[in-house]
Nanobody, 121 residues
Framework: QLQASGGGLVQAGGSLRLSCVAS????????MAWFRQAPGKEHEFVAA????????TSVDSVKGRFTISRDNARNTVYLQMNSLKPEDTAVYYC????????????????WGQGTQVTVSS
């Protein structure tokens, strides 16, 4: 089970840190990712991190602004979001896969409930 939190309303240029806590004892075996979904749009890949935390990837639109990280001792993955823009407004979901840190949502087996991020201009 994945529980995402940390969303909210922020002005453009502001920052938020999303957290996703996983239940269970095998968190360190799972690659983790963040996706987002704006109204009327498909799930969009944001960032992913390997199971051991040594490798990450992110979509070009967030490079230099968002950072994904994880703390396997706390069963938690984070998404630090800086310099937020109105186009970042979406529901953000964390997802887990027992394998590679894919960018396609269909590759992920487990999903959290989502947390709303709203960036005002």
């Amino acid at each position: 089970q994945l529980q995402a939190s940390g969303g909210g309303l922020v002005q453009a240029g502001g920052s938020l840190r999303l957290s996703c806590v996983a239940s269970g004892r095998t968190f360190g075996n799972y690659a983790m990712a963040w996706f987002r979904q704006a109204p009327g749009k498909e799930h969009e890949f944001v960032a992913a991190i390997s199971a051991n935390g040594r490798s990450t990837t992110s979509v070009d639109s967030v490079k230099g602004r968002f950072t994904i990280s994880r703390d396997n001792a706390r069963n938690t993955v984070y998404l630090q979001m800086n310099s937020l823009k109105p186009e970042d407004t979406a529901v953000y979901y964390c997802a887990a896969d027992r394998g590679y840190y894919y960018t396609a949502p269909a590759q992920y087996d487990y999903w959290g409930q989502g947390t709303q991020v709203t960036v005002s201009s």
